[in-house]
């Protein structure tokens, strides 16, 4: 798994992590994870599905939404955030290939839950770690803009 950064005491992004990564987080406390990749991409040793298979065998939850170039889904978002919402005092990681497409949603999530605007979110966000650039930065700005606060 590319490197854990822990974004606040419960939340942590990475890249891709492997089923020893899967067991590791287990033993570090971990209750959940988030999967934003999409079947099919470069360095994926198992699929979506697989990989919800085995966290689910480990006692974790699991959520797949699959982040592509596409704006984020309302569905999508909402998903993850009553996924977060469920677990406000337990571990949760969120993952994709390398941690961008994490970082953003976690971005959104955060400025839904500080009442952030669309047009602070990302100057607030780098403040906390979640350094969103370049496309994913203009889809957080967009989506923000779309659903303030929601």
């Not at 040793?45 to 085995?54: A, D, F, Q, R, V």
């Not at 984020?72 to 990681?93: I, M, N, Q, T, W």
């Not at 500080?114 to 700005?141: C, F, H, P, Q, Y």
């Amino acid at each position: 798994m590319e490197t854990l950064k822990t974004i606040t005491p419960h939340l942590a992004v990475a890249g891709q992590p492997t089923e020893s990564d899967l067991k590791t987080l287990r033993d570090q406390g971990y209750v959940g994870v988030i999967n934003l990749r999409n079947d099919g991409e470069p360095e994926q040793p198992i699929t979506t599905k697989e990989e919800g298979e085995l966290a689910k065998k480990l006692g974790l939850e699991y959520l797949h939404y699959g982040v592509g170039g596409a704006p984020f889904s309302r569905d999508g978002v909402e998903a993850v955030y009553d996924f977060l919402d469920r677990h406000p005092s337990e571990k949760v990681l969120v993952h994709c290939r390398s941690g961008g497409r994490a970082q953003a949603i976690l971005l959104l999530f955060e400025a839904r839950k500080r009442g952030w605007s669309a047009s602070d979110a990302i100057t607030n966000g780098r403040g906390m770690g979640l350094d969103v650039k370049g496309g994913l930065a203009a889809m957080v700005e967009q989506y923000l803009a779309a659903n303030p606060h929601t």
